[in-house]
């Protein structure tokens, strides 16, 4: 029996894909949400096979859910109903997707061929489509007192790895989040972040000084008053992509 859970902030639409969902076999409508704070707490709870994860959805975009899912994912569906660049993304590197209003036969080619992949075929086709929506996913969901909030990118001072979790820090506190930070060195936005050692990615607008220290490594100071090191490898290229940001701002 495959679980399946449906996301869509539209009541309507997530009824007209419960209702198609009824009639293909061996299959189990598990739960819904109508958010992406709601997705990633009821996925958690619920550990469904396959997601129906609509685009276009208030405060975090499927394609956000789907890249702050932690490892591994149940097999995912995208739904759209207009985002013409999302679909070229699809088209491209193969990921199941549906254009809205959803057909009957439409739905269940799709739910067949996921079936059919493999777990590691599944993550690696979420992976491409996420890099090829690169710029696109500017919001993170991190963990928040049980709650799964929206952090917006550019409210991130920096990211750590600590004693095995992957922490967010802000100006005002630090949130825990599923990713690794190889995870979002990838999902990041290159242009303002910038990893300065295996253990930590850090914003460039955040950085107020950097201080060379001998051995050839350097730290940084943030505005919001966290130092940091730099390894020796990273200290040249933090250097220049900070000239980067200054001659953009300039």
Request: proline share 4%; aromatic share 4%.
């Amino acid at each position: 029996m495959t679980r399946v859970m449906v996301v869509d902030d539209e009541a309507p639409a997530r009824e007209r894909l419960c209702e198609l969902l009824a009639g293909v076999p061996d299959l189990e409508v598990v739960g819904e949400a109508a958010n992406g704070e709601q997705a990633l707490e009821r996925i958690g709870e619920l550990r469904p096979d396959v997601v129906l994860l609509d685009i276009q959805m208030p405060g975090a975009s499927g394609l956000e859910v789907a890249a702050c899912l932690p490892r591994p994912r149940p097999k995912i569906i995208f739904c759209t109903a207009f985002d013409q660049y999302a679909v070229d993304a699809f088209e491209v590197n193969a990921v199941d997707y549906l254009m809205k209003p959803v057909s009957r036969v439409r739905l269940a080619r799709a739910i067949e061929r996921v079936r059919a992949k493999s777990g590691n075929e599944a993550e690696a086709d979420v992976d491409r489509v996420t890099e090829a929506m690169h710029g696109k996913c500017t919001r993170l969901l991190v963990h928040c007192g049980g709650r799964i909030r929206i952090i917006p990118q550019k409210e991130a001072a920096y990211f750590s790895s600590e004693g095995g979790l992957t922490f967010l820090y802000t100006r005002e506190r630090r949130y825990v989040l599923d990713l690794t930070l190889n995870d979002l060195e990838q999902r990041l936005d290159p242009d303002l972040f910038f990893r300065i050692s295996r253990g930590a990615i850090i914003s460039l607008d955040a950085v107020a000084e950097v201080q060379p220290l001998i051995g050839g490594i350097a730290n940084v100071l943030l505005h919001m008053g966290a130092t940091l090191e730099v390894s020796r490898r990273r200290v040249r290229e933090l250097l220049e992509r900070l000239q980067g940001v200054q001659s953009r701002q300039m």
